[in-house]
């Protein structure tokens, strides 16, 4: 499992982060659950597979562009979460230190009529698979 150098580059990256992020670390209660839910594969979910440091799932985009710059400035790699499958458990892992930026909130489904054309966020696929079976 990866950890931060420090409790004082713990404390600067939680600061670095806007206040109204959902935020889920190792200290936090649902943490482990919710990393469990994303793994669907043998290979993530093993024991010794490397933690993300937080996971953040944001409501707003403020909230994500929050968490690419803070994670950017503390060096720790991203891997962002959308919904769909991730079989390879690609967005789960990592060899570096990472944060995973869950995109769950972004959910909205937006269809034009008129332009016959379709808007979803990240989020939405397992909604739209709801919808389409």
Same mark, same amino acid.
């Given at each position: 499992?990866?950890? $931060?150098? *420090? ?13 109204? +992020?959902?935020? !889920?670390? +190792?200290?936090?209660?649902? !943490? ?5 839910? !994303? ?6 979910? $093993? ?11 944001? @409501?707003?985009? $403020?909230? %994500?562009? #929050? #968490? ?21 458990? +690609?967005?789960?892992? *990592? ?5 995973? %930026?869950?995109?769950? @909130? ?15 966020? #990240?989020? #939405? ?9």
């Amino acid at each position: 499992m990866f950890c $931060s150098t *420090s409790s004082s580059t713990d404390e600067s990256f939680f600061h670095c982060l806007n206040a109204s +992020l959902q935020i !889920y670390s +190792l200290n936090t209660t649902s !943490y482990s659950s919710l990393l469990s839910s !994303y793994h669907e594969t043998i290979r993530t979910s $093993s024991f010794r597979a490397p933690k993300p440091f937080v996971i953040v799932t944001p @409501n707003l985009e $403020s909230g %994500i562009q #929050a #968490a690419l710059l803070c994670s950017k400035k503390h060096g720790f790699e991203i891997r962002m979460r959308s919904g769909g499958r991730d079989s390879e458990g +690609l967005s789960t892992t *990592s060899n570096v230190p990472f944060i995973i %930026i869950d995109l769950v @909130n972004f959910r909205k489904i937006t269809i034009d009529m008129d332009d016959e054309t379709a808007w979803l966020q #990240a989020g #939405a696929f397992p909604v739209l698979a709801c919808l389409l079976s």
